[in-house]
């Protein structure tokens, strides 16, 4: 009952400002609030301070820069084996199964198109038809940088303009099409096993989503798809490279191609992921 009135109050409240006014209470520097904040936020989520190299609170800026924070060296080790796809993420897995035809699933009874979910070009969307998918959700208490699945050359960043709903599960399994619905950055690349895209999901309190070449990226309702300058990003990028990351959680969704690989029996809807650890395999043959 709580769960549907939540999903239910989403329709009424007003979320983009709601997320504007989380983004400013996000990076107040005064240092008596904001450590106030972030001492709160540890202990609300539980947070793992062990794996954070950082003194908590005294050496973040904002609530911002502690959620947004790097990890210690070595913390997230990357699958050195050559056919691993990694987890770009820290998160649960929401679905991870087979595109059927272009239907991506979302929850029991819900799915949704290749073409509304990348808001692109159909060639760009039929590489990945029969494919594979992953959703991955972040707590607020998971790491919330992005990292590259597998090496590739990066193509193109469109950013899409959406709504902000949240994408906890009780969401996802309530509101039709969430993530095509949903503002979005869709980062498309090149690899050995074919086009991959790994989509960064806004959501309800997300203030923004960064890259380190395209800079903060704040929330758009309306307006058109984005081609996003790509003059300063490295092209080819390497497993486990830094992508982007969330101010504030959401879920990212990686796309592979047909004939693309296999994800590991064990990522599954409730699977808890690192980023960095193996979740699928390449085929063999990529000639």
């Known amino acids: 009952m709580k769960e549907t009135l939540f999903v239910w109050l989403q329709y009424l409240l007003p979320r983009a400002a709601m997320t504007a006014a989380v ?30 190299g950082q003194e908590v609170p005294h ?14 060296p070595d913390a ?19 679905a991870a199964a087979a595109i ?4 991506i699933f979302q929850a029991k009874g819900i799915d949704y198109t290749l073409e509304d979910l990348l808001a692109t070009d159909i060639d760009r969307a039929d590489a990945f038809r029969e494919g594979r998918f992953a ?8 790491y919330h940088r992005v990292h590259m699945p597998l090496d590739g050359r990066l193509l193109a960043a469109h950013y899409v303009p ?14 039709a099409g969430l993530f095509r619905r ?29 890259t380190p070449w395209t800079g903060e990226i704040r929330p758009q309702k309306r307006g058109v ?14 497993k486990g490279d830094l992508l982007g990351w969330f101010n504030m959680g959401s879920t990212v969704i990686v796309l592979l191609p047909g004939n693309g690989g296999e994800w590991q029996p064990s990522l599954c809807s409730g699977a808890t992921v690192r980023m960095g650890e193996a979740i699928g395999r390449m085929p063999a043959d990529r000639s």
Do not use: C
């Open 100 to 103: 059927d035809d272009n239907r």
């Open 225 to 238: 798809v984005e081609n996003r300058d790509l003059g300063q990003a490295p092209r080819d990028l390497e």
């Open 59 to 72: 050496d973040f800026r904002t609530l911002n820069d502690f959620f947004t924070r790097e990890l210690a």
């Open 76 to 94: 997230r080790p990357i699958d050195a084996n050559a056919d691993a796809i990694v987890s770009p993420v820290d998160g649960t897995v929401s």
């Open 182 to 210: 949903n503002e979005r950055l869709n980062l498309h690349f090149e690899t050995s096993i074919g086009p991959v895209a790994v989509i960064l999901v806004g959501a309800l309190n997300v203030g923004s989503i960064t």
């Open 135 to 142: 959703t991955i959700y972040l707590a607020p208490y998971n």
């Open 162 to 175: 959406g709504d902000l709903f949240s994408v906890n599960a009780a969401t996802v399994s309530r509101v």
């Open 23 to 52: 983004y400013r209470l996000a990076r107040i520097r005064t240092r008596w609030i904001k450590d106030a904040m972030i001492r709160g936020f540890v202990r609300m989520f539980d947070v793992d301070l062990a794996e954070i």
